[in-house]
C-alpha cells in the first residue's frame, strides 16, 4: 500500500491546475464574446474592377455599420488615411447606416465618382461601427485581391 500514498498526493493538485486552466479560459472566452468582430473585404463583379466592399459581422450580437471607405497612403503622410464613401449604395436597396445581425453580411457599392486624389494609393478598405471600432482589411489580403482581379 506505499505505493498508494504519493497518488493520493498528485490527485489533489492535479485537480487544481486543471481547475485554474479552466477558470482561465472561461474568463477568455467570456471577454471575446463581447468584442466586435467584423470581416471586411473588397468584393468585385466581374469586369469591373472594385466597385464593392463585403462587411461580415462575426460578432455574437448585432452591430451597427456607419461609415465604409477606403484606406489611402500617399500624399506625404506616413500612416494611411479614411476616404468616407458620401454616399453607400447597399445592395438590397436599404437605408444607410446599416445593422448586421450575428453571422450576417452586407455588400456596399458605391459611385465612380466618389474619385480618389492620383497622388494617394488605395492599400486596403474599411468599416466603421456606430461604437467606434474601424476594422480595415491587411494590406497583404487587398494585393490579393488586386492580384485576382488583374489574371
Given at each position: ?20 486552466i479552466g477558470t482561465a ?110 476594422v480595415q482589411c491587411s ?13
Amino acid at each position: 500500500m506505499e505505493w498508494f500514498a504519493p497518488l493520493m498526493n498528485v490527485i489533489p493538485i492535479g485537480g487544481f491546475v486543471l481547475g485554474a486552466i479552466g477558470t482561465a479560459l472561461g474568463i477568455m472566452n467570456a471577454i471575446t464574446q463581447r468584442r466586435v468582430r467584423l470581416v471586411v473585404r473588397p468584393a468585385s463583379d466581374v469586369g469591373i474592377k472594385m466597385d464593392r466592399i463585403e462587411i461580415v459581422n462575426l460578432s455574437s450580437f448585432p452591430v451597427t455599420i456607419n461609415e465604409v471607405g477606403f484606406c489611402l497612403i500617399g500624399g506625404g503622410a506616413a500612416r494611411p488615411r479614411h476616404f468616407k464613401i458620401s454616399q453607400p449604395i447597399r445592395s438590397d436597396g436599404g437605408n444607410w447606416p446599416r445593422r448586421l445581425q450575428s453571422r450576417e453580411a452586407a455588400t456596399v457599392g458605391f459611385e465612380p465618382r466618389d474619385a480618389i486624389h492620383a497622388r494617394e494609393e488605395v492599400c486596403g478598405v474599411y468599416a466603421r461601427t456606430s461604437c467606434g471600432k474601424t476594422v480595415q482589411c491587411s494590406r497583404r489580403d487587398y494585393r490579393g485581391f488586386q492580384k485576382e482581379l488583374a489574371a
